[in-house]
């Protein structure tokens, strides 16, 4: 190699042997027609043209974006997973009012009936018909359960304490 110059289009070290100014050369890059120059325009290989390298904003915005749905996915997943786990519990508590119900014991089983009302988002529309049940099933317990005190109240036959 005698000589070197950038082109000045691409940035690539175009290499020639000889002095030939005025002669043409193409880039082995960019394949333009170059018209060797009187003097070397670079002599060292200190500074290149990025070819291919996009500008620091774009790396900052695509990175940005990125993490913006990584968040957004991230936040869809944990709502739906909460509602899951909110309907399961749901669930759960009224198996087990049934259970404690058909086991006899009404005031357990009224207790995880207020548990699950109380789980219930009262403005879900999906809800509004479950809430419905689930009250007037408690107030059927609550019911069946006061009746079940006063006839064990009610007095069988009046008899006097003393002779």
Request: proline share 6%; glycine share 6%; with cysteine.
């Amino acid at each position: 190699m005698d000589e070197a110059f950038a082109c000045p289009d691409c940035g690539t070290l175009v290499e020639i042997q000889g002095l030939a100014p005025g002669r043409q050369v193409r880039c082995d890059f960019c394949h333009r027609l170059l018209e060797v120059p009187y003097l070397p325009r670079v002599a060292e290989l200190g500074w290149k043209r990025r070819r291919f390298g996009w500008p620091w904003w774009v790396v900052w915005a695509w990175t940005a974006l990125g993490l913006l749905g990584v968040v957004i996915a991230a936040v869809r997943f944990l709502d739906r997973w909460e509602r899951t786990a909110l309907a399961r519990s749901i669930d759960r508590l009224i198996a087990s009012s049934q259970t404690q119900e058909e086991a006899g014991q009404r005031d357990q089983a009224v207790v995880d009936l207020d548990f699950a009302i109380n789980l219930c988002p009262p403005d879900s529309a999906q809800h509004r018909e479950l809430l419905r049940q689930l009250r007037s099933r408690r107030q059927a317990l609550v019911r069946r359960g006061v009746q079940d005190v006063l006839e064990r109240l009610r007095p069988v036959a009046f008899q006097p304490a003393w002779p």
